[in-house]
C-alpha cells in the first residue's frame, strides 16, 4: 500500500469518525450519515465523468445522485442492497427536513435499519436503536468507500485484501 493509498484509507475513516457524532440523537446520526454518504456519491460520480468540472454548481437531489451512481457503477461493483438503503435514506432524511419532531422519525429509522441489515443479517434487537443505525450508516459508508478506493487505485482497499 503506498503513502497515497493509505491517504484515501485513512482521509475516510477519519471523516467518519470525526462526523458522525457519539450520540443518541437519531435525527443528528441521521443528517450527518446522510451528508457524509453524500460525499461519498459525489466522488464516485465526478470520477466516472469525462469533464467532472462541467458538475459544478448543479443541484442535484440525493435521489438523482444516487440513480446517477448506480448508472454509473451498474449492478456489478456493489450489493445490490446498497440501493435501496440509500433510498431508506433519503426518505429518512426528507422527513427530517420537513419536520424536525416527526413522528415517523421511529419508523423511518426501523426501516433503513431492516433494509441494511437484511444485506448483512440480523439486527441486535437489545441493542439501541442509536447504535444500530450507527452501524447501519457504518456499513454502507464503508461499501461506498471500499468503491471510491477501487476505482481510484484499481486494487481493493487493504482490509478487504484476502490474506
Sequence with gaps: MTATDDQIVNARRERFRVHLPDSDDLALITLKGHLLVEEILDDIIAHHCKNPAA?????????????????????????????????????????????????????????????????????????PVALNLKLSMGYMYGYLAAYEYHVRTGTLPPKLVEA
Excluded at 59 to 82: E, N
Design 55 to 127: 458538475l459544478a454548481g448543479s443541484r442535484m437531489g440525493f435521489q438523482l445522485k444516487a440513480q446517477l451512481a448506480h448508472a454509473l457503477v451498474g449492478d456489478d461493483s456493489l450489493p445490490q442492497q446498497l440501493w435501496p438503503m440509500l433510498d431508506a435514506l433519503r426518505v429518512l432524511r426528507n422527513e427530517l427536513a420537513h419536520r424536525l419532531d416527526s413522528p415517523k422519525l421511529e419508523k423511518g429509522v426501523s426501516k433503513f435499519i431492516a433494509a441494511t441489515y437484511g444485506a448483512v443479517g440480523q439486527v441486535d434487537q437489545g441493542a
